[in-house]
C-alpha cells in the first residue's frame, strides 16, 4: 500500500541555517504530495503541494520538488526563522484521490 | 468561509463515560476525514466519508468508536465507553471533489479520559 517515511526530528537549527527535511515515499501510479505544518496547539495546516512529477511546490520560502525518479519530496528552506518552529508532516493521496497518508511527521526547533 | 469547525476543543470525562465529537466541513467539501494524533502513533485515519457514506473504518480501533455523517454538514464521533487510552487530540478534515488540491483541518479536540 501507499506510504510516506520522513525523516526523524527533532531537528535544532539556528537562525538563517538552512533547512532540509527529507521524505520518500511509496504509491503506484501518480500520487498528490503535500507539506502540512502544525505549529504548538493548533490544527495541520498546508504549507505547500505538487500534483505531478517536477512539480515544484512553493510557500513562505519553503520549496518541495516533487521527483518521482527517486520517489522523493524533501522540503527545504534557505533561511529559518524562529516562528518556523514546528512538526512538518510529509503526506501523499493516491492518483484517484481518497486518503491522505501522513508520514510520522519532524519536529524542527529553531533557536535564535 | 469558517474553515472546519470542531467542538469541543478540550474535553475531560472519566473513564466509561460516553464521549462524542462533532464536526462541520467546509461547505460543498464532499469527503471528511477523521483522525487521531498521540505521541506514540502520530497521526492514523481512524474513518472518511464521501458524500456522506462510510468509504473507509478499517482505522476504527473497536467497537466502542462509531462514526456518523447525517448530512453534508455534519459528522460525529462517539466512543462508548471511553478508556484512558483513548486520550489523544481528534482532528476532524474535509476535501472537495478534487482531493489534489488538499484537506483543510480544523482546529481538533484534545481528549483527555481520566
Known amino acids: 500500500g501507499n506510504s510516506v517515511t520522513q525523516m526523524e526530528g527533532p531537528v535544532t537549527l539556528s537562525e538563517e541555517a538552512f533547512l532540509t527535511i527529507n521524505c520518500t515515499y511509496t504509491a503506484t501510479g501518480y500520487p498528490s504530495l503535500f507539506w502540512y505544518v502544525q505549529y504548538p496547539g493548533e490544527g495541520l495546516q498546508l504549507l505547500l503541494k505538487a500534483t505531478k512529477a517536477d512539480d515544484k511546490g512553493s510557500n513562505k520560502g519553503f520549496e518541495a520538488t516533487y521527483r518521482k525518479e527517486t520517489t522523493s519530496f524533501h522540503l527545504e528552506k534557505g533561511s529559518v526563522q524562529v516562528s518556523d518552529s514546528a512538526v512538518y508532516f510529509c503526506a501523499l493521496t493516491g492518483s484517484q484521490g481518497g486518503k491522505l497518508i501522513f508520514g510520522q511527521g519532524t519536529e524542527l526547533s529553531v533557536k535564535p | 468561509d469558517a474553515g472546519v469547525i470542531q467542538s469541543p476543543r478540550h474535553e475531560v470525562t472519566e473513564m466509561g463515560q460516553e464521549v462524542t465529537l462533532r464536526c462541520k466541513p467546509i461547505?460543498?467539501?464532499?469527503?471528511l476525514f477523521w483522525y487521531r494524533q498521540t505521541m506514540m502513533r502520530g497521526l492514523e485515519l481512524l474513518i472518511y466519508?464521501?458524500?456522506?457514506?462510510?468509504?473507509?473504518d478499517s482505522g476504527m480501533p473497536e467497537d466502542r468508536f462509531s462514526a456518523k455523517m447525517p448530512n453534508a454538514s455534519f459528522s460525529t464521533l462517539k466512543i462508548q465507553p471511553s478508556e484512558p487510552r483513548d486520550s489523544a487530540v481528534y482532528f476532524c478534515?474535509?476535501?472537495?471533489?478534487?482531493?489534489?488540491?488538499?484537506?483543510?483541518f480544523g482546529s481538533g479536540t484534545r481528549l483527555t479520559v481520566v
Open positions: 478534515a474535509s476535501t472537495g471533489t478534487a482531493p489534489s488540491y488538499g484537506y483543510t
Open positions: 466519508f464521501n458524500n456522506n457514506v462510510p468509504i473507509d
Open positions: 461547505s460543498g467539501h464532499n469527503s
